[in-house]
RNA sequence: GGCCCCUUGGUCAAGCGGUCAAGACAUCGCCCUUUCACGGCGGUAACACGAGUUCGAUUCUCGUAGGGGUCACCA
């Protein structure tokens, strides 16, 4: 058999969106599998959608994700050029030569004339007019300079059949397809057509893409059939949704690669994730490289119904990342973030950063969990309580002078130290000392959940602003 | 609407004729830590429905319902 051949082929239209990136992940991790190639393509056939930039980002998005391409518009191959726009003379000639096979064939029809054959329900279906034009009138209409663009000639009755290896066997009769245009007026082709050809000329072996060209297949096989081609493997992908009803699409913009990026996510964390929508591995991993998910990954692990993204185990699996990191390493990539905190400049961010690691799952969220350090505001009494270690406002209330008392007298103000000495307290205070850490947090935080534990906040932003805190809360406490 | 496809807990998902129907996220509870978190343990929770086939259906077939996709000079 021959070397797998895979490709990635999307349209320089805009961000990377996850859906994408999953079809690039899966057509990647399937010829790696195979020991095969992996090819981009770049589509940009259709001016109008094109968007400045997008090509770059497609390049970075597919580097920084980890998907190395073994051919490509900006490192070359032995199948290029891979920018279909700088194909249009091969797709001209493959188009007269189908229109020679039958099928296809030129067609003039004006706009307000395809727009007359829609019918009541708004569809519309080319009626294959232009079929029926001699030769000798169509040369002549051509080296008139009238425009004009090449349909595909689609048998008027009859079923198509092929095997997908992931839906099994798919039926379609021709007489649900139209005759479409494979090449533009403007002498581009259209996807339709130029899929076909730069698959079979790419030596594709195995198309892996979306769902949404499951019941068009049909008419790219008839294409390969009539030039003689072998067709290839198939392999469609269900769809990623947002809900149960609404896929997930650019329209919601915050399904691009680069917006959880920026959002503080880990590229290796979507990565895998987004590899978990729609596969699951024999052995049932989550976590899991690049590398393992090659050696484990094989198609009938992939499913068939439409799955939905879901944010908050894809923040779990970030968080597992993230705890994998070093204190280093999460120092250097939470800097940024850190840097975007009302902290900056006002205490230690390394020191910070060491709270913050077990307790971040996304890395976007490092300002609001430390802001408050900066400043303390009013917040809500009923914080205070606590039924485990017997708290409430009034608790506080007397205990907070008792502990401004014992941490004025502490010299060295770092965290074993004030933990030892306020520990000591608990009995003379008689209260658990549970209880004295949760007022203490609380007084000086003003939040239920925070970066360290009561002394280790302490020791973070000093004795005097310690006091200074507690202070501020009796007044709030009345 | 026509055609194609799909249907296991709230979500991702194992399962591929006989299982007390895995696991993960989320959720709830307990434990650990004499401080927050982390962590550990456990609970709640599912085969869309109806007919067949079969000794036996989550698993096979058909239908119904629901959902998705598609019907462009977009890909």
Known sequence: MSKVR???????????????????LYAYLYAKANGGDFIL???????????????????????????????????????????????????????????????????????????????????RKYDKHCLKLSKEEVERRIASGEPYVIRQNIPTEGTSSYEDLIYGRIDVDYKELEDNVLIKSDGMPTYNFANVIDDHLMGITHVIRGTEYLSSTPKYNLMYDAFGWE???????????????????????????DDFVSKGYLKEAIINYVALLGWAPKDNSEKMTLTEMVEKFSLDGISKSPSIFDEVKLRWLNG????????????????????????????????????????????????????WLAELTPYDLALFDNKKNKTSADVARDLLPKIKETILAIDEFENDKIFATLSEKAGEFGVKSGAIF???????????????????????????????RIDYSLSLLG
């Open 6 to 24: 895979t490709r990635f082929a999307p349209s320089p239209t805009g961000f990377m969106h996850l859906g994408g990136l999953r079809t690039a």
């Open 41 to 123: 393509r770049v589509e940009d056939t259709d001016q109008q959608r094109y968007v400045e930039g997008a090509v770059e980002l497609i390049y970075s998005s597919l580097l920084e994700s980890g998907l190395k391409y073994d051919e490509g518009p900006d490192i070359g191959g032995n199948y290029g050029p891979y920018i279909q726009s700088e194909r249009k003379h091969i797709y001209g000639e493959y188009a007269k030569k189908l229109v020679e096979l039958g099928g296809a064939y030129y067609c003039f029809c004006s706009k307000e004339r395809l727009e007359s054959l829609t019918d009541e329900n708004g569809n």
């Open 231 to 257: 067709r290839p493997v198939y392999i469609h992908l269900p769809t990623i949704m947002k809900d149960a009803t609404r896929k997930l699409s650019k329209r919601y913009g915050d399904a691009n690669f």
């Open 320 to 371: 597992e990342y993230v705890k994998a990191l070093t204190d280093e390493e999460f120092y250097d990539i939470a800097r940024p973030f850190l840097e975007k905190s009302k902290v900056n400049g006002v205490f230690d961010l390394k020191k910070i950063a060491k709270l913050l690691h077990s307790r971040v799952d996304v890395l976007g969220e490092i300002p609001e969990k430390i802001d």
């Open 438 to 468: 949760w007022v203490l947090r609380i007084a000086i935080t003003g939040q239920s959940v925070t970066p360290g534990g009561a002394t280790e906040l302490a020791a973070l932003i000093g004795k005097d602003e310690t006091v200074k």
